[in-house]
């Protein structure tokens, strides 16, 4: 499934279909290529497809009506946009103040934003160094107007996973609605919309090894929010247009092995992640993890060189065959450092040496020794042209043995 040619740490930004997920999808191509909406034998085919892939999503978060309550979109940009337009436009009049946080996907800040000119109120709550959002802020943040709260389940950046649990808990007891975005949770680490109180959570396929361009949501039942495609009424009138049933079957498939696969692939990449940034640490001097030191996804970690540019680390070990990312998937093109970085304290030099590692069931222990072999070479070479890091003791600041100590206690 992966070629030789290449090393990647930068799954985030995309995984391979896993085979059994292309194979469950092969016949919805051809000979069951049905409309769920049809009367006929070929159409009943494609709708108990599509129902039997909403169970298996559901039962991936634990949702007790997934025939009710998981819909499909084309993505988890998709689901945000469904999700909090959906949820803000049709309850405006309880209230006009959403409560988010600075750590968010930038699809879910894009969003708040255009909320924000529609004539909503959004606060932004901050977090504290590892990532973590602050419980109090959140709580002394909500007032009579707050509709709904957005918080993300574990940040794609650091991997640090929020108490969405504690969340859910001040969110029913004040009766506001709580979206959470699991993209990058959901699948890789135990996820529950009951336990945790979830009203609405945003889902990725390809996040699971399923097909790019399909999402999940699921809505609570008794949660109303309004379309925000108008068509014609398919997925009970939440997400009209034609079912893409191949894709749906794809992620069906997909939740399935995540369920299964979960406690195996999650040790299997922390044991990656953990070589990996130990030796990290240990091989090049000045360099830092970030994110929650025991709070964290198994297979995300971010490290922070000093002293270079994170992009020319990545090209330098584009040329080796490994694939690394400066930090998020989703806005490394702009080369603009991270807001998340930003949040949790890191100054604008700190940011630029950020070099994000992602980890999948597919790579292999070799894969970090080769890493390990060459980074230090890289490092060096780069910091020998680097004016930050002549004149480094200028710039070193915050976050440094604190932090190795911590990072013992993964
Ligand atoms: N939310 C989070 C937390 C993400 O990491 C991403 C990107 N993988 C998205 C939303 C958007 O996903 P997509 O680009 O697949 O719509």
Redesign the pocket.
């Known amino acids: 499934m992966d070629t030789p040619r290449h090393i990647n740490f930068d799954y ?1 930004a995309g995984y391979p279909v896993d085979p059994e997920v292309f194979k469950a999808m092969a016949p919805y191509f051809t000979e069951r290529y049905g409309n769920p909406s049809s009367l006929y034998a070929l159409g009943v085919e494609a709708r108990e497809a599509f129902a039997e892939a909403q169970i298996r999503v559901g039962e991936l978060v634990g949702a007790e009506s997934p025939e009710r309550e998981i819909f499909f979109t084309s ?4 689901s ?1 946009n469904l999700a909090l337009k959906g949820y803000a436009f049709r309850n405006r009049r309880k209230g006009n103040h959403i409560i988010t946080s600075s750590i968010e ?1 930038i ?1 879910t800040i894009n969003i708040t934003k255009y909320l924000e000119r529609n004539g909503f109120a959004v606060t932004r709550i901050p977090v504290d160094k590892y990532g973590v959002i602050k419980i109090d802020a959140l709580k002394a943040s909500i007032t009579d107007e707050t509709i709904l709260v957005s918080i ?1 389940y574990a940040n ?1 950046e650091l991997g640090t996973v929020e108490p969405i649990s504690e969340v859910g808990k001040i969110t029913r007891e004040k009766k506001i609605a709580l979206h959470v ?1 699991g ?2 949770a959901v699948g890789k680490i135990p996820v529950d919309v009951v336990d945790d109180n979830i009203d609405i959570l ?1 889902m ?1 396929s ?2 699971i090894y399923g097909p790019k361009g399909v ?1 999940g949501l699921y809505v609570r039942l008794g949660t109303v929010i309004e379309p925000i495609l108008q068509g014609g009424g398919q997925q009970r009138g939440l997400r009209s247009g034609t079912e893409d049933i191949p894709s749906t079957v794809g992620f069906g498939k997909a939740a399935e092995l995540a369920k299964r696969r979960m406690p195996d692939d999650s040790k299997y990449t922390s044991g990656l992640r953990d070589r990996l940034v130990k030796g990290m640490l240990n091989e090049v001097e000045d360099s830092y993890i970030h994110g929650h030191p025991t709070k964290r996804l198994p297979d995300i970690a971010l490290v922070r060189v000093f002293g270079i540019e994170g992009e020319a680390i990545v090209t330098e070990l584009d040329r080796e065959g490994i694939y690394i990312s400066t930090g998020s ?2 806005a490394s093109k702009t080369l603009a450092p991270s807001h998340v970085l930003e949040s949790i304290g890191l100054n604008e030099i700190q940011r630029h040496g950020a070099l994000q590692f992602s980890f999948s069931r597919l790579n292999r222990e070799g894969d970090v020794d080769k890493l390990l072999s060459v980074l230090p070479g890289v490092v060096k070479r780069l910091r020998d042209i680097s004016p930050v890091w002549k004149f480094k003791d200028r710039f070193l600041e915050m976050y440094t043995s604190e932090e190795e100590e911590e990072f013992e206690q993964f």
């Open positions: 985030a993505g988890a940009t998709e945000n996907h699809s993300m794609n975005d993209t990058v945003t990725s390809n996040d999402g998937a989703c």
